[in-house]
């Protein structure tokens, strides 16, 4: 997590009018609680282009746009068990754009979509009910404060 704070227009206009009214640097710095590289690359730029605006584009750009993160949603919700990697493949067909599933992952997660897929279970036989009953009897397993055994013969409700 970077400390960065953006600096609004004004102070940033207020740092470069000190300095074109020949204020030392160190001073300006100290007195905006600024690092040295700030101020002096605010000077940099304003002599270079006449602008202090901040770049805007900075950064690597996104893989999808917004409309194919809303069809991500969409496709994701109609069809809750499709994982993000079928949901890549739905997009590439629908789209044209190729992106990675943890991309996937990441545009639903920004839309509060998140993975909730039931575990998988080894389903009982009849042999192994008849063995799980055999072992709660033997071992004497307390149900609602009644051993299992007395619940299950019959007469006891």
């Known amino acids: 997590m970077s400390n960065h704070q953006h600096l609004d227009d004004g102070m940033r ?13 160190v001073q300006i710095f100290r007195e ?3 690092t040295p590289n700030v101020v002096c690359n605010f000077w940099k730029q304003f002599q270079d ?4 605006e901040r770049k805007s584009g900075q950064g690597r750009p996104r893989a999808t746009t917004a409309t194919e993160d809303r069809y991500l949603s969409l496709i994701a919700r109609r069809n809750r068990g499709a994982t993000a990697s079928q949901l890549s493949r739905d997009l590439y067909a629908a789209t ?5 599933r ?23 036989t009849s042999t192994n009910r ?13 149900i609602n404060g009644q051993p299992f055994s007395s619940l299950m013969s019959p007469g006891s409700a």
């Open 102 to 124: 943890e991309i996937v992952s990441k545009r639903l997660h920004e839309t509060g979509l998140f993975a909730r897929r039931p575990a998988v279970y080894v389903l009982l």
């Open 32 to 34: 905006f609680n600024l």
């Open 49 to 52: 282009t006449g602008s202090i």
């Open 130 to 142: 008849r063995v799980r009953l055999e072992w709660c009897i033997e071992i004497g397993v307390w």
């Open 13 to 25: 206009w207020r740092i470069v009018g000190r300095l074109e009214a020949g204020q030392p640097q």
């Open 96 to 100: 044209g754009t190729r992106v990675s």
